[in-house]
């Protein structure tokens, strides 16, 4: 079975700095990788998505993240964090076409200063 | 008009009252599901449904049952509610083939005193 780390449970940044929000997962086949991002009150917004080719991804609100299978990794990045990029993030890997295994990590509560 | 809509958006309710939470999904995915959120878990699946004839438990079932009454709804039943059932639920619907990537609904908080 998969399962997912995200070793940071809370990160602060300053609006402008750039972010790195890091996932690892553990899994034996090639995985299928999320990013989902939740803004208080709100439900769950898909932010990215891998499952092949290029393993640098580009999201929506400029987020991109990169897969790296040597390292377990699919870190989530962005170059300059706005006030409104305050939510909590969660890593999620997929076992393809079996959506009962969907695991998902404990997510990275991210808070922005002006 | 949202993809994926849950009903109540919020809910207070008593021990041992029995509640449903309802969900419905304009998507035409096959796929549905039921998720709980706690602080620190991230989502933990409660069951999952892959076709209106097909319902399996997924990590944390006891206390709970559901009923997909049509491929657009999906309900999750609490017989009997208990205060460590006080969570956010979550529904999301996923489509065979896309990599079974999930959308999620707004959630439903709920709180059992």
């Known amino acids: 079975a998969q399962s997912v780390t995200q070793p940071d449970i809370h990160i602060t940044v300053s609006e402008g700095a750039s972010l790195e929000l890091r996932c690892n997962y553990s899994y034996g086949a090639t995985p299928y990788l999320f990013w989902y991002v939740q803004s208080p009150g709100q439900g769950l917004q898909l932010l990215l998505k891998?499952?092949?080719?290029?393993?640098l991804v580009q999201g929506i609100k400029g987020f991109e993240a990169e897969f790296k299978r040597s390292q377990s990794s699919f870190n989530l990045r962005k170059p300059s964090v706005h006030w409104s990029d305050a939510a909590e993030y969660f890593c999620a890997v997929g076992a393809g076409n079996y959506g009962q295994n969907f695991v998902f990590g404990p997510g990275t509560r991210l808070s922005v200063l002006p | 008009d949202a993809d994926v809509t849950q009903t109540p958006r919020n809910r207070i309710t008593k021990t041992g009252k029995r509640i449903m939470l309802e969900c419905s999904q304009t998507k035409g995915h096959d796929r549905m599901y039921w998720y709980r959120q706690d602080p620190g878990l991230g989502l933990r699946l409660i069951y999952y449904s892959f076709d209106v004839k097909d319902i399996n438990k997924g990590e944390i079932s006891d206390g709970y049952s559901v009923s997909r009454q049509a491929q657009a709804k999906f309900s999750l039943s609490l017989e009997s509610a208990i205060p460590n059932q006080t969570a956010l639920y979550f529904c999301?619907?996923?489509?065979?083939?896309?990599?079974?990537?999930?959308?999620f609904g707004p959630g439903t908080r709920l709180l059992v005193l």
């Open positions: 999301a619907t996923s489509d065979y083939g896309s990599g079974e990537t999930q959308y």
């Open positions: 891998y499952f092949s080719g290029d393993t």
